[in-house]
């Protein structure tokens, strides 16, 4: 398997596991999308999951409710904190991808060109936290999904873990009820002293308990982790208590993702304080293996996002030693020097 720039490992315990080189791959610009083709109501920069790419995006918010994380970018465009949609725009862009998906160019094009056909299964709500808004705006806006798009299987989004803890067992029962499933939460990490000096606004504990209550009503869900958010110097302490948050809880997906800092962050300032220290990339790394080693339920573990120089995706614990055997030659064969130069590269996540 092809790996690292110039490096192959031959490695048996890598089989199943997916590995790619962010630092040799070129990303090429694909095809105009909805959003350059249409009217839809889109704000700012549209942030989705990896695993959401076949999903409908609609707009159901702007901006985060939070908005003080330290380490956060992602809405600085924005010259609001935080705005959700009007419901007659979600319904105009609903009809909009309804006619699109029923044009009969686009689906010309499928049959003349081999293409799969386009389907809308699943709805992805863009936006920080759309799960943050009442749960009965949310039932209304699954209901005009249920109207547009009759064949939507589930309906999903971002969501903090204070949006879940807002909500009544009832009021999580009745969106389950409404077709929502498979939220993203990022948790970052289930490190106290981490999240208390990140201002992420809940505790470890909490993301176990209102996890709980995701689990008791079927609502199911993927965790976001970042990786260097302890700290220098603390990275293992960080992963273990991760670990011990994430296997008391069942998401069907751990997606880490690497701390990139900004000058526009408070983070930043943090440093320039002297107040914080960022870890090392093969710190980093080194992180990450702890993590997966210490995971001990049935999980995807994955590695997607631009913040990844090499992205990894394997099932856990059935391709452990694969995953930690590719973290491992990340550490050896590509290194400090060449890691780091990637990070400070990467201009915008």
Not at 147 to 154: A, G, I
Not at 240 to 255: K, Q
Request: hydrophobic share 40%.
């Amino acid at each position: 398997m092809a790996y690292g720039v110039g490096s192959e490992i031959d490695d048996e315990r890598l089989e199943g596991v997916s590995v790619k080189d962010l630092m040799s791959t070129t990303i090429f610009p694909i095809a105009p999308s909805m959003r350059e083709r249409s009217a839809m109501h889109y704000t700012g920069t549209i942030w989705r999951p990896p695993y959401e790419a076949d999903s409908l995006i609609i707009e159901a918010t702007a901006g985060c409710t939070h908005h003080r994380c330290k380490f956060c970018t992602l809405y600085e465009d924005l010259p609001f904190k935080f705005r959700p949609s009007p419901l007659e725009d979600i319904e105009a862009d609903l009809l909009e991808a309804q006619t699109w998906y029923h044009d009969p160019l686009r689906k010309a094009e499928e049959h003349l060109f081999e293409l799969p056909g386009a389907r809308a299964s699943r709805i992805f709500l863009a936006g920080a936290n759309p799960f943050g808004l009442k749960a009965l705006h949310l039932r209304k806006i699954a209901s005009l999904v249920r109207t547009y798009f009759p064949q939507c299987k589930s309906i999903g989004c971002f969501s903090r873990v204070t949006d879940v803890a807002a909500k009544t067992d009832e009021e999580l029962a009745e969106l389950a009820a409404a077709g929502f499933d498979g939220l993203t939460i990022g948790i970052e990490t289930g490190d106290e002293e981490a999240l208390a000096f990140m201002d992420k606004g809940y505790g470890a504990e909490e993301i176990v308990e209102q996890c709980a209550r995701l689990d008791a009503v079927g609502i199911s869900y993927a965790f976001f982790y970042l990786v260097g958010i302890s700290g220098a110097g603390r990275g293992l302490v960080g992963a273990r208590a991760t670990a011990d948050v994430c296997n008391r809880t069942s998401p069907w997906l751990i997606g880490a993702n690497m701390l990139t800092i900004y000058r526009s962050s408070a983070l930043y300032r943090e440093i320039e304080a002297g107040r914080w220290r960022e870890a090392a990339e093969v710190e980093k790394y080194e992180e990450v293996k702890e993590l997966v080693a210490q995971l001990d339920i049935p999980v995807e573990f994955a590695m997607l996002g631009a913040s990844n120089p090499v992205m990894l995706h394997g099932r856990l614990p059935e391709q452990r030693e694969g995953l930690l055997a590719a973290l491992g030659a990340v550490i050896s064969d590509i290194g400090e020097e060449r890691l780091r130069r990637y990070r400070v590269n990467l201009r915008h996540l």
